[in-house]
């Protein structure tokens, strides 16, 4: 599975969106893009994923560059709550396929 | 039900010790992990099980003993650990099967090697 970086932190106002970017440059062309965000001594908590397309759900949208290199998580309007580490996870597909995390991006929303 | 449940929530227990984690789902996936997550520190893979046979061992140390007694129980044997085992436990689950790969955690164990 292709190596991604992040910043190792970022600061957000709350209400304003928080744009939070990952380079995965040696993606390959089956592997998906997986965002995952631990909230202090909690467990993972999925956000999204994606492929090649934009997507969006109810927590975030995920932006996907045409050449697939990078990719920019959106939470729309921040609050306190979001603040967290986000990983970015590239991962091919196939059952059972494990996570490696890398260093993440430690969110902190200001109020 | 979209819940993993971890026991305990914490742990603490000496270098002689026996014990073991807990994990359940009750989502009807057929994958199951357990990561370890140190202070600071992102998770690490342990052990997968995939439709209830071990598939991937991260070359982890014996004194860890990992098992998955059905499809929605998974067990981790400690015996014998040093401090330095002191960590967070994480278990996870997911459907196993397909291209989804999206991984339910459950809250951890915080368990401490005195």
């Known amino acids: 599975d292709a190596k991604t970086t992040q910043p190792p932190s970022m600061d957000c106002a709350e209400g304003r969106a928080a744009n939070l970017p990952c380079n995965h440059s040696?993606?390959?062309?089956?592997?998906?893009v997986y965002w995952y965000r631990q909230i202090h001594s909690q467990g993972p908590q999925y956000i999204i994923h994606?492929?090649?397309n934009n997507e969006t759900n109810e927590m975030a949208s995920l932006i996907i560059t045409e050449d697939r290199k990078s990719s920019t998580l959106i939470l729309p309007h921040a609050t306190l709550r979001d603040t967290a580490v986000y990983y970015c996870?590239?991962?091919?597909?196939?059952?059972?396929?494990?996570?490696?995390f890398g260093s993440g991006t430690q969110l902190t929303v200001l109020p | 039900d979209t819940e993993v449940t971890q026991t305990p929530k914490h742990l603490v227990m000496g270098m002689t010790n026996k014990k073991s984690l807990k994990c359940e789902q009750h989502?009807?996936?057929?994958?199951m992990y357990w990561y370890k997550q140190k202070a600071k520190k992102p998770p690490e893979l342990m052990f997968v099980?995939?439709?209830?046979?071990?598939?991937i061992n991260e070359s982890v140390p014996s004194r860890f003993s990992p098992e998955c007694p059905n499809s929605s129980l998974l067990n981790l044997h400690l015996h014998a650990l040093q401090p330095e085992d002191s960590a967070l436990y994480l278990c996870?689950?997911?459907?196993?099967?397909?291209?989804?790969?999206?991984?339910?955690f459950g809250p951890g164990t915080r368990l401490t090697v005195l």
């Open positions: 996870a689950s997911s459907h196993g099967s397909g291209t989804y790969n999206e991984q339910f």
């Open positions: 040696t993606i390959s062309g089956n592997e998906y």
């Open positions: 994606g492929l090649k």
């Open positions: 996870i590239v991962i091919g597909t196939g059952s059972a396929r494990q996570l490696t």
């Open positions: 989502m009807g996936h057929r994958a």
């Open positions: 099980y995939s439709y209830e046979k071990l598939s």
